[in-house]
C-alpha cells in the first residue's frame, strides 16, 4: 500500500538556523499539505499546494516559510531562520483532491529548535 | 469561529466493549468529516469518514454517526481491541474550500485495558 514518506524523522537544529523537511507523497495524489502538532497539542493546518503553488495558507505560515516541489516527487518545506517555538512534529499529507477526498499522512519529522 | 472540539480528553475502556468518542464543532458549513487515528510517534492515520448528506457510515468494526442538528460527530468502536489504543482526532473541512485545510479537534486518548 503506497504511503506517504517524510525525512529525517529528527531534525535537531539551532536557534535562527534554516531547515529543510522533505517528504514524498504518494504518486497519484495532487494535492499537497504541511500541517504541524507542537507536543500534546492538536494537529494544525499550515499549507496546502496544488500545481505548483500555493493554495491556502494558516496565519502560523509566515514569510519565514516556504513550500517548494523541487521534482515530480518531492514536497518540501523549509523555515528560514527557526525559533524556538517551531519546535514541533510536522508532518506531510497527500490527497487526490480536497476536500473531497482523503487527505494521507507521513510518520512526521520531529523538529527540535535549540 | 472555526473549531472542532472533543467532549472528553482521555477514555479507559475494556477489551472487548464498545468504545464511543464524541466531538463537537462549530462550523455549520463543514460538510466533510473525518476520523484519525494517532499512535504515540505516528502520523494521523485515516479510520473512516463521512459526508453531511450521510447521518450514519459503517467500517470494519467502526462506525460513525453525524448529527448536524446539534453539530456533534461520534465513533463507535466494536469489540475494542489493545491495537486501538490510541489518540482519535476528528477533523473537519468544507467541500468548496478549494485549499482543503483540515481543521481538528483537539483529541481523545483511548486506553483499552486487557
Known amino acids: 500500500e503506497p504511503e506517504v514518506t517524510q525525512t529525517p524523522s529528527h531534525q535537531v537544529t539551532q536557534m535562527g538556523q534554516e531547515v529543510i523537511l522533505r517528504c514524498v507523497p504518494i504518486?497519484?495524489?495532487?494535492?499537497f499539505y504541511w500541517y504541524r502538532q507542537i507536543l500534546g497539542q492538536k494537529v494544525e493546518f499550515l499549507v496546502s499546494?496544488?500545481?505548483?503553488?500555493?493554495?491556502?495558507k494558516s496565519e502560523i505560515f509566515d514569510d519565514q516559510f516556504s513550500v517548494e516541489r523541487p521534482d515530480g516527487s518531492n514536497f518540501t518545506l523549509k523555515i528560514r531562520s527557526t525559533k524556538l517555538e517551531d519546535s514541533a512534529m510536522y508532518f506531510c499529507a497527500s490527497g487526490r483532491g480536497p476536500p473531497a477526498d482523503t487527505q494521507y499522512f507521513g510518520p512526521g519529522t520531529r523538529l527540535t529548535v535549540l | 469561529g472555526e473549531s472542532v472540539g472533543l467532549h472528553l480528553p482521555t477514555l479507559s475502556v475494556q477489551e472487548g466493549d464498545n468504545s464511543i468518542i464524541n466531538c463537537a464543532y462549530s462550523n455549520s458549513a463543514s460538510d466533510y468529516f473525518i476520523w484519525y487515528k494517532q499512535e504515540s510517534g505516528k502520523g494521523p492515520q485515516f479510520i473512516i469518514d463521512?459526508?453531511?448528506?450521510?447521518d450514519k457510515r459503517q467500517g470494519q468494526r467502526v462506525t460513525v454517526l453525524l448529527n448536524k442538528t446539534v453539530k456533534h460527530l461520534s465513533l463507535q468502536i466494536a469489540a475494542t481491541q489493545p491495537g486501538d489504543s490510541a489518540v482519535y482526532f476528528c477533523a473537519e473541512t468544507h467541500v468548496y474550500n478549494q485549499g482543503g485545510k483540515l481543521i481538528f479537534g483537539q483529541g481523545t486518548e483511548l486506553s483499552v485495558k486487557p
Open positions: 499546494f496544488y500545481n505548483n503553488e500555493i493554495s491556502e
Open positions: 504518486s497519484n495524489h495532487l494535492y
Open positions: 463521512i459526508r453531511s448528506n450521510m
